[in-house]
């Protein structure tokens, strides 16, 4: 174990580099499932659907990076979206701020300026009519991340714009990126007076996965190796960049994808009842650790030991971040997805 003045980054590693800042973000398996599948979704024209999984997955970093890109590539061109990570919008009567919210979302120029709800409302539906325009089409796709806070009222809002936008021939799509125990909230709204709502907007739903297996975890730590650059445009990896003389004789992260993912799994907390899915907040700070003690000159076999890598593994919190997702998991079904 390190002594109390230990510092992780070493000095000659800059301070921008992606793996000091963590301003990153690795292709995975489900962000590629999440794009064909909300793709598809947006192919079928559907009023809306839901994204869900546990915390920490990268659900949030997949719509931020990687998301908008992805779906323009494959329409072959600019796509119609507004990203908008909920925020509250306050008391019964503060529907202008919800549609300020959105209006700032959407980059409307004037989105903070002093207007009532009406004319917010009015500037949002006349904002996505200019987006969908700029496409050449009639539809535009409204994403919500964090979608498990949105209140019943807040719905209802979004149901007016949807009326509104559907009598300009506008079809709006509203995906919502949310927690897993959101799958439930199609019921709940239904019970609680929102049938509506969840016919609208929630009538099918796709989840999100973690890191599965050993090929997987494989996978996304070939991203330090090989899909991933720093400096940008200079064609050189994390790995190359932080671990240069390692990198020219051969040493890739990859290699220990096997050991790793046997540690996930011995230190699942004891009792575990959640899917055997590693959270991509966990391999990135595990993966980090790594490479940065490697940059300070120590040996590949001594950060890279099954003593250390069990370490290094319990320090990520890796077993605190698996109870709370099995305390989170649903009991009794298997979701679908």
Same mark, same amino acid.
């Given at each position: 174990?390190?002594?109390?003045?230990?510092?992780?980054?070493?000095?000659? =590693?800059?301070?921008?580099?992606?793996?000091?800042?963590?301003? *990153?973000?690795? *292709?995975?398996?489900? =962000?590629? @499932?999440?794009?064909?599948?909300?793709?598809?979704?947006?192919?079928?024209?559907?009023?809306? !659907?839901?994204?869900?999984?546990?915390?920490?997955?990268? @659900?949030?970093?997949?719509?931020?990076?990687?998301? %908008?890109? /992805?779906?323009?590539?494959?329409?072959?061109?600019? =796509?119609?979206?507004?990203?908008?990570?909920?925020?509250?919008?306050?008391?019964?009567?503060?529907?202008?701020?919800? *549609?300020?919210?959105?209006?700032?979302?959407?980059? #409307?120029?004037?989105?903070?300026?002093?207007?009532?709800?009406?004319?917010?409302?009015?500037?949002?539906?006349?904002?996505? %009519?200019?987006?969908?325009?700029?496409?050449?089409?009639?539809?535009?796709?409204?994403? $919500?991340?964090?979608?498990?806070?949105?209140?019943?009222?807040?719905? /209802?809002?979004?149901?007016?714009? #949807?009326?509104?936008?559907?009598?300009?021939?506008?079809?709006?799509?509203? $995906?919502?990126?949310?927690?897993?125990?959101?799958?439930?909230?199609? =019921?709940?709204?239904?019970?609680?007076?929102?049938?509506?709502?969840?016919?609208?907007?929630?009538?099918?739903?796709?989840?999100? #996965?973690?890191?599965?297996?050993?090929?997987?975890? &494989?996978?996304?730590?070939?991203?330090?190796?090989?899909?991933?650059?720093?400096?940008? &445009?200079?064609?050189?990896?994390?790995?190359? +960049?932080?671990?240069?003389?390692?990198?020219?004789?051969?040493?890739?992260?990859?290699?220990?994808?096997?050991?790793?993912?046997?540690?996930?799994?011995?230190?699942?907390? #004891?009792?575990?009842?959640?899917?055997? %899915?590693?959270?991509?907040?966990?391999? +990135?700070?595990?993966?980090?650790?790594?490479?940065?003690?490697?940059? +300070?000159?120590?040996?590949?076999?001594?950060?890279?030991?099954? @003593?250390? $890598?069990?370490?290094?593994?319990?320090?990520?919190?890796?077993?605190?971040?698996?109870?709370? $997702?099995? !305390?989170?998991?649903?009991?009794?079904?298997?979701? @679908?997805?």
């Amino acid at each position: 174990m390190e002594n109390s003045d230990f510092q992780l980054v070493p000095e000659h =590693i800059p301070k921008d580099h992606p793996l000091v800042t963590r301003d *990153y973000s690795l *292709y995975t398996p489900a =962000i590629e @499932k999440m794009v064909s599948t909300i793709g598809r979704w947006l192919d079928d024209q559907f009023d809306g !659907a839901t994204i869900y999984g546990a915390s920490r997955l990268g @659900k949030s970093s997949a719509v931020d990076n990687w998301l %908008e890109g /992805l779906l323009a590539a494959r329409y072959g061109g600019f =796509i119609p979206m507004v990203i908008w990570s909920h925020t509250e919008s306050g008391g019964a009567s503060a529907s202008g701020r919800f *549609y300020a919210n959105l209006l700032e979302a959407a980059k #409307h120029r004037l989105a903070r300026s002093t207007r009532s709800p009406t004319e917010r409302l009015g500037m949002l539906v006349d904002r996505f %009519e200019q987006l969908s325009a700029q496409a050449g089409g009639r539809f535009v796709v409204l994403v $919500i991340d964090e979608a498990q806070g949105m209140t019943m009222r807040e719905w /209802l809002w979004l149901v007016e714009l #949807h009326s509104m936008l559907e009598k300009k021939r506008i079809r709006l799509c509203v $995906i919502s990126i949310a927690s897993v125990q959101f799958r439930d909230d199609p =019921i709940n709204l239904a019970m609680a007076g929102g049938a509506h709502v969840a016919a609208r907007f929630l009538l099918t739903a796709a989840r999100f #996965h973690g890191i599965c297996d050993e090929a997987q975890l &494989g996978y996304v730590m070939s991203g330090y190796d090989e899909g991933s650059e720093w400096p940008a &445009g200079s064609g050189i990896s994390f790995t190359a +960049s932080i671990v240069p003389e390692l990198w020219s004789n051969g040493f890739r992260l990859a290699t220990y994808a096997a050991p790793l993912w046997e540690e996930f799994i011995n230190q699942l907390p #004891h009792r575990y009842d959640g899917p055997h %899915e590693i959270p991509m907040k966990t391999i +990135s700070v595990v993966c980090r650790r790594m490479l940065l003690l490697l940059a +300070s000159g120590r040996a590949v076999s001594d950060v890279l030991s099954k @003593k250390s $890598i069990s370490e290094i593994v319990e320090h990520s919190g890796h077993g605190a971040l698996m109870a709370i $997702i099995s !305390a989170g998991a649903p009991r009794g079904r298997t979701p @679908k997805g």
